[in-house]
């Protein structure tokens, strides 16, 4: 029988217990909702009636397990006023049985356990609860999308603007146009269903994007002078980081105003949840760049196809396409260092797949190889808006590193095209199952805000939605593990050679190691800048799924 865990307080910043009486600490059972910090200011712009960022909500129960609990208002401000849902009225989600989440219901991170393992680290589950913190007729939501496009990005807006219409009566939904700095910069739009009816059929956003520009206190004060209490904000890793800090601003404020992020990365590299909307789309569209590509390459002798994906510090996109597709040769990614010339090398691969068969696909990550870049031409330093590094073109300098290798030997001509899709990639409609989970998404994310959750990014979290808090998902990137079964299934698939050094991983393989690395958990930074003899010595010590 499943017993309810007994939640016991944990401050990671305190060693001793926390006391109902004292605001600071979290005061927790299993039913009441943990507060801390009392709101004694008023809302007036600017003013420090709450300081410092809010601490983490940790709460534990028996057995190991832990719950990273996301904020909620009633931390902050006393004695809010709860709602019936209204959707216990509604006629098409009458027939659930049991339609409200129970308040105690956790997804968990880890769900491959040992008998004696502990139960781990969950997040609260997403979904509607039977008490709401709004009144319909009182929320005014807005809807932002920042950074670079994403097949999705229209059918989450739509799905919002529908589901707070539709299951929760909230009429009165705003469009903030190009980005974060359209809160100061720019006008609103309007949302309701009719508006977003068929948005979901068009690629990009109807409401604009755009990279820099994040002025929290302008921002804060714009959701303040507009009325705003429901910030709806998709983004990446740039975007939830700014989330984040329009609701610690919020919070310090002493504002009403739940801030909720729904992860948008056509590169996948959020880390924590399943994965982000629109990488299904990206992978199947980048086929038909390479079934272009493979086209070229064996309709002519000793053809090479070269193709460019998004990718800047994950190669998810590279790796699921060329798993899917089965005509590639050679896939190229940031993490996975590689070298061209010598014993085990890129050129020489190329020189035997090419006499072994003819033709070759190879695909290449926009973030691949850039070591090898910056060493063969001047170091560019340059940097967009938001601040993230300018990358130069990977698929561009590898395409034109082979046709002077190969010239050069003079025994093998070849003929190579290169293929550039990524922008075409990213700016095309979500597909079928992108939409149904951007759909999915969007609903978890109104549940979350309706029901008076803040400070939180809505996720799949194997395969359940979750709440979860924000630096959780913007402390680190998700990275393609490549001492994981997934990219040695790649290596099997492709036959291309690791780019590691044999010794090293035979020597390594022999020694015990203290270091585990946990199946889709690992921080491989390091991985990215490391040479391939390093990632020899992290191949040993290997333990994932
Ligand atoms: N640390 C930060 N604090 C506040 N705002 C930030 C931070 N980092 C980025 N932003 C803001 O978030 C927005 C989007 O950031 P960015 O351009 O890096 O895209 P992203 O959300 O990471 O998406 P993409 O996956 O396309 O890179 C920008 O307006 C940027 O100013
Ligand atoms: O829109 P921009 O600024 O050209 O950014 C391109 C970058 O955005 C991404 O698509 C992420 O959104 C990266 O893969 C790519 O490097
Ligand atoms: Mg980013």
């Known amino acids: 029988m499943a017993t309810t865990p007994r939640f016991r307080c944990f401050d990671p910043t305190n060693s001793y217990a926390a006391t109902p009486d004292h605001p600071r600490r979290f005061s927790t059972t299993s039913n009441s909702t943990p507060r801390y910090y009392n709101n004694n200011n008023n809302n007036s712009k600017g003013t420090m009636g709450i300081s410092a960022n809010s601490e983490p909500k940790i709460i534990t129960g028996d057995a190991g397990y832990v719950l990273e609990d996301v904020p909620h208002l009633s931390d902050y401000i006393p004695d809010l006023p709860t709602y019936p849902n209204p959707l216990q009225d509604n006629p ?14 956790s997804v968990a991170q880890t ?46 807006i739509r799905e919002i603007v529908c589901g707070l219409y539709y299951m929760y009566g909230v009429h009165r939904i705003l469009g903030i146009e190009g980005g974060y700095r359209g809160f100061y910069a720019r006008n609103t739009i309007p949302l309701t269903p009719k ?191 938001s601040g993230n590094k300018l990358l130069q073109d990977s698929g561009l300098w590898l395409s034109q590193k082979i046709k002077d290798h190969f010239s050069k030997l003079n025994k093998m001509s070849i003929n190579l095209k290169y293929i550039d899709p990524t922008y075409m990639i990213r700016a095309i409609p979500s597909n079928a199952s992108d939409n149904v989970y951007c ?66 991983v035979a020597k390594n393989k022999g020694e015990e190691t203290e270091t585990h690395l946990v199946n889709g958990e690992n921080h491989l930074e390091e991985t990215a800048s490391a040479t391939p003899k390093e990632v020899g010595n992290q191949q040993a010590t290997y333990s994932g799924n």
């Open 92 to 105: 098409s989600y009458s027939v659930v049985k049991q339609y409200f989440v129970n308040v105690d219901d």
């Open 111 to 156: 769900i491959v356990v040992q008998k004696d393992s502990p139960r781990g680290i969950h997040f609260r589950r997403a979904g509607p609860r039977q008490k709401v913190y709004f009144e319909p007729d009182d929320v005014r939501a807005c809807i932002v999308t920042c950074g670079g496009l994403c097949p999705g990005l229209n059918t989450v």
């Open 195 to 385: 508006v977003v009816n068929d948005i979901h059929k068009r690629g990009g956003t109807i409401l604009g994007t755009s990279r820099g520009g994040h002025d929290t206190s302008k921002i804060v004060d714009s959701i303040q002078d507009r009325g705003i209490n429901q910030v709806y904000i998709l983004g990446g890793d740039g975007t939830q980081k700014g989330a984040s800090v329009i609701f610690e601003e919020c919070r310090r404020r002493g504002l009403n105003v739940a801030v909720a992020g729904i992860p948008k990365t056509i590169d996948n590299d959020i880390p924590v949840i399943d994965k982000s909307f629109g990488f299904d789309t990206a992978v199947e569209e980048a086929q038909r760049a390479i079934n272009a590509a493979h086209v070229e390459a064996e309709s002519i002798e000793n053809g090479i196809g070269v193709v460019k994906l998004m990718g800047r510090y994950s190669g998810f996109i590279a790796m699921y396409a060329t798993l899917a597709s089965r005509d590639v040769d050679c896939c190229l990614i940031p993490e996975s260092p590689f070298y061209l010339e010598g014993a085990g090398g890129l050129f020489e691969y190329i020189e035997k797949r090419l006499k072994e068969n003819g033709h070759m696909v190879i695909v290449i990550a926009e973030g691949a190889g850039q070591e090898l870049l910056a060493e063969s031409r001047l170091a560019m330093n340059h940097q967009d808006a």
């Open 439 to 504: 759909t999915l998404l969007a609903h978890s994310v109104v549940h979350g805000a309706m029901a008076g959750y803040t400070g939180f990014t809505v996720g799949s979290v194997n395969g359940r939605h979750a709440y979860i808090p924000f630096h959780r998902v913007t402390e680190r990137q998700n990275k393609v593990v490549i001492t994981d079964r997934m990219w040695a299934r790649l290596l099997s698939s492709t036959h291309q050679p690791s780019f590691l050094d044999p010794k090293e």
